[in-house]
């Protein structure tokens, strides 16, 4: 059966197998035979990442949505913005963003959400657990999508749906993410929940309070 993962259009097509061929780089993988997906982005650790991200989407020819500050979307770049698929968030207050976005995905004709978990380009002591949450409500495949900047390869790996089991859904991305070099490694965030650990040093104080 034919994959109904969100086309891009002929000339993103272009656009991306040429980033590609420019950058000297090679894609990998293929898309889950699914409508909708969450593509987890990662490590993220340079401007770069972005542009190679399209690249290699739209080399395997997915359309895919990515998030934006909403100040960006101001004429001429905001047309340009969402010509390549992105999405305008207000990070400034509580705009219950995760149900919005699931809701969205939900009534859509189909979504690639492209997510950042490390949610900054610097190194992060966890990730954040937007992503996770969103493809558990909306009940949709986490994609690991990759840019190995030591084989100078991209694209997307291994896909599974969440079991919501939050430690045993991250030590699969773990041991995928875990040998992946960032353009800067020094700048490679944690792999691991704020959710992973607070349960931690939950139990911890709890042997400590038996001892």
Not at 184 to 196: D, G, M, Q, T
Request: aromatic share 10%; hydrophobic share 40%.
């Amino acid at each position: 059966m034919a994959s109904q993962a969100p086309k891009c259009s002929a000339f993103a097509h272009f656009f991306g197998k040429l980033v590609i061929r420019l950058s000297g780089w090679k894609v990998t993988g293929e898309a889950p035979d699914a409508r909708d997906m969450m593509i987890v982005a990662a490590p993220h650790t340079s401007n770069w990442d972005a542009i190679l991200l399209l690249g290699a989407a739209y080399t395997l020819n997915l359309r895919i949505n990515w998030l934006v500050k909403n100040n960006l979307f101001v004429p001429v770049l905001g047309s340009i913005l969402r010509y390549f698929g992105g999405v305008p968030v207000e990070r400034s207050r509580n705009t219950n963003m995760v149900q919005r976005l699931v809701d969205e995905i939900s009534n859509g004709t189909g979504t690639a959400l492209v997510v950042p978990p490390a949610g900054t380009r610097g190194y992060t002591d966890h990730w954040k657990s937007g992503f996770y949450r969103i493809a558990l409500a909306a009940d949709i495949p986490v994609v690991c999508g990759f840019l190995d900047y030591d084989k100078k390869i991209a694209g997307l790996g291994p896909s599974f749906r969440l079991t919501g089991n939050v430690t045993e859904d991250m030590d699969r991305l773990r041991a995928f993410y875990e040998p992946i070099t960032g353009r800067y490694p020094a700048l490679k965030s944690r792999i691991v929940l704020r959710e992973e650990l607070e349960e931690l040093e939950g139990q911890e104080s709890r042997d400590a309070d038996k001892s």
